[in-house]
């Protein structure tokens, strides 16, 4: 069976620095890769995902992250944050035969501090 | 309006009771699932269903029952509310042609006392 672990669970960052929330996954076949952001007191939400080709992956507001397959590493960047991106984040993994379901990591706590 | 809506937003019952969590979406999508999320363990799935005639058990069921009322609508029930099935519980649907970009509702906080 798959996993997903975020080893940290609470990250704080001042305004404009560089962040980068770690994801470490474990499965023995081909996986799919996402993060989802939660803001305060609302559902989850697709921040970005990998599925094939381009083992870098970015989204619409900034963010990026890298499959590394050889150190089972999803990690979520950004180089300069922004108050508006406190938020919850969650690691996500889905394997060939799962039925296409995913399985969530226990999710880092980003706030970004004035 | 919201695309994905949970009814109720907030409950408190206590342990034994039984209690339904309703969840309606009107993007026409075939999926539906419900999970809860507790501190510290990030969300896990309860059941999913991909059709109204197709009902499956997630990672965590037991304790649960689901119902697929139509294509639009999900309900989860709790036969007999214990105390640690307090939690934040999500409702989430997505496209057959994109199944791994799921679809969120606002959740609703159960409190078993």
């Known amino acids: 069976a798959q996993s997903v672990t975020q080893l940290d669970s609470q990250v704080p960052v001042f305004e404009e620095a560089p962040v980068e929330l770690r994801c470490n996954y474990s499965?023995?076949?081909?996986?799919?890769l996402f993060w989802y952001v939660q803001y305060p007191n609302q559902g989850l939400q697709l921040l970005l995902k990998?599925?094939?080709?381009?083992?870098l992956v970015e989204s619409i507001n900034g963010f990026e992250a890298e499959f590394n397959k050889s150190q089972t590493s999803f990690h979520l960047r950004k180089p300069s944050v922004h108050i508006s991106d406190t938020a919850e984040y969650f690691c996500a993994v889905s394997v060939s035969g799962s039925a296409r379901q995913l399985t969530f990591g226990s999710g880092t706590q980003l706030t970004v501090l004035p | 309006d919201a695309d994905v809506t949970q009814t109720p937003r907030n409950r408190i019952t206590k342990t034994g009771k039984r209690i339904m969590l309703e969840c309606s979406q009107t993007?026409?999508?075939?999926?539906m699932y419900w999970y809860r999320q507790d501190p510290g363990l990030g969300l896990r799935l309860i059941y999913y269903?991909?059709?109204?005639?197709?009902?499956n058990k997630g990672e965590i069921s037991d304790g649960y029952s689901v119902s697929r009322q139509a294509q639009a609508k999900f309900s989860l029930s709790l036969e007999s509310a214990i105390p640690n099935q307090t939690a934040l519980y999500f409702c989430?649907?997505?496209?057959?042609?994109?199944?791994?970009?799921?679809?969120f509702g606002p959740g609703t906080r159960l409190t078993v006392t």
């Open positions: 989430a649907t997505s496209d057959i042609r994109d199944p791994y970009e799921q679809y």
């Open positions: 499965s023995s076949v081909s996986v799919y």
């Open positions: 990998y599925l094939s080709g381009s083992t």
């Open positions: 269903s991909f059709d109204v005639k197709d009902i």
């Open positions: 993007k026409g999508h075939d999926r």
